[in-house]
């Protein structure tokens, strides 16, 4: 047990032993390394400082009373460096009204002299437990952070989605119109939004219109506006949806529900890049970018007559499609994390954290809602705290109840944890070798397995 190991290369299994008095550091250290922990022992707290920092992933267990700094004054001086480092507390049976306090102060828990191994074991098991949640839920922080920015975020490092991000980098400044296709609930305005943000067309409208929730009968005067007097209620000029987002983006959405006529009209604005309002015959020009989305197949719904295949084909110069949650399982502790921390700040309430068994119940959910249902799902848990109980919208019951074999199980967690570890190593191989202590071959056998990459990561 070497004091002299730097704290980045510790890991959340392990534990800081401090106690001066040599029989008890050693049989406690015993009974913990027994327990598969791996034990770093001091025998005063000025060395075991030295070996801590903020996000040190381990649990600190120190005596009460020891010559110099003691067992409280050590916990205070961990509390300034990380204030959710776990600190359980060795006292005598005299200390005890002092050990209480010290709970009330921050300590994590505390142990009377004497004490059996398998209690020393339970509290050190929870404590570690929740340092490892506590660490991955500020792992989930800083992946948003890195993230960043103003405006709207594609969140997710998934390679699919990262794929879909460099995608729209490429061709966020060009003048050409999209197609994003995608499941409801996917995201199809969020990223519509992303694009424009990060186009040139930033500083001017961003328009969006639903064409499945407008009329059919008032469409046309939505999108191209109206002259007064065009018909019987228009009493005034009206602008529509295109003119409104001339020098910006105008996005579409739900496009498959627009009637054939008017199909017409819009491949005629997108070649031409000119309208006019109903009522009028004044040509406006335009400088826009559409964005249109759908949830079905339009190529499909044009070789069936039902949709114009030239407007299909005048709409898919570039076609970005966004993958359903349940097909990038990996981003959903991140999202679920995004959504909390919007929630949190939207009803001033404090984010519970995440259990693993809740964890694992989202990952496994099969998500027919996509991102939407999430988020519902995020809101509720802040709202409701650790109370919110899973099973009332079926994510709990969902992951228990799906019939896969045992090893169908094993390959989708083994497959989510070299996903995970290669996203966050950006795609070294070494690195992830070394964080999942595997032999290269095996790491290179087992990417081949899952149809994996490192150039998807990087």
């Known amino acids: 047990m070497n004091l002299e190991t730097p704290a980045e290369q510790l890991q959340p299994h392990q534990i800081l032993l401090v106690d001066d008095e040599k029989h008890i550091r050693l049989a406690a250290a015993q009974t913990l390394e027994l327990a598969g922990y791996e034990v770093f022992t001091a025998d005063c707290a000025e060395k075991a400082l030295a070996l801590l920092s903020a996000d040190w992933p381990g649990v600190v267990v120190s005596d009460i009373n020891m010559p110099g700094i003691d067992g409280l004054q050590l916990m205070q001086r961990i509390m300034t460096i990380d204030t959710d480092l776990p600190v359980i507390l060795i006292t005598g049976h005299g200390d005890i009204s002092m050990a209480v306090s010290a709970m009330r102060d921050g300590a994590y828990d505390f142990i009377e002299k004497p004490f059996s191994s398998e209690l020393l074991n339970d509290v050190v098991r929870r404590a570690a437990e929740k340092r490892q949640l506590t660490l991955e839920n500020r792992a989930l922080r800083k992946a948003l952070e890195a993230q960043g920015g103003i405006g709207p975020r594609i969140i997710g490092n998934s390679p699919r989605i990262k794929q879909l991000r460099a995608m729209i980098q490429q061709i966020a400044d060009t003048p050409a119109d999209i197609l994003v296709q995608a499941e ?186 996509n991102v939407r249902e999430l988020r519902n799902i995020a809101e509720r848990y802040v709202l409701l705290g650790p109370a919110y109980n899973f099973e009332v919208v079926g994510v709990a019951e969902s992951a228990s109840s799906t019939r896969r074999s045992l090893p169908d199980q094993v390959e989708q967690f083994e497959k989510l944890v070299l996903e995970e570890e290669l996203s966050r190593n950006n795609g070294s191989l070494k690195q992830t070798q070394e964080t999942l202590g595997l032999p290269r071959k095996t790491l290179y056998d087992k990417m081949k397995k899952y149809g994996l990459d490192k150039k998807d990561y990087k």
């Open 184 to 369: 409801t609930g996917s995201g199809k305005d969020l990223v519509a939004r992303y694009i424009h943000e990060h186009s040139n067309r930033r500083e001017k409208n961003f328009v969006a219109i639903n064409c499945g929730a407008v009329p059919e009968h008032l469409i046309e005067s939505e999108l191209f506006g109206h002259e007064k007097g065009a018909f019987t209620d228009a009493k005034s000029r009206r602008i529509g949806k295109f003119e409104h987002a001339n020098g910006g983006t105008l996005f579409l959405d739900e496009i498959e529900s627009m009637s054939l006529s008017l199909q017409v009209k819009l491949l005629r604005v997108l070649e031409e890049r000119k309208i006019e309002r109903l009522g009028s015959n004044e040509l406006i020009p335009l400088d826009i970018r559409v964005v249109a989305a759908t949830k079905v197949d339009l190529k499909e719904l044009s070789e069936r007559g039902d949709y114009r295949e030239d407007l299909y084909y005048r709409l898919n110069v570039v076609s970005l499609e966004i993958p359903p949650l349940r097909e990038r399982r990996e981003d959903i502790p991140m999202l679920f994390q995004h959504f909390a921390l919007i929630a949190s700040a939207q009803y001033q309430k404090e984010v519970p954290q995440l259990s693993a068994e809740n964890i694992r119940a989202l990952v496994a959910h099969h998500w027919p809602g």
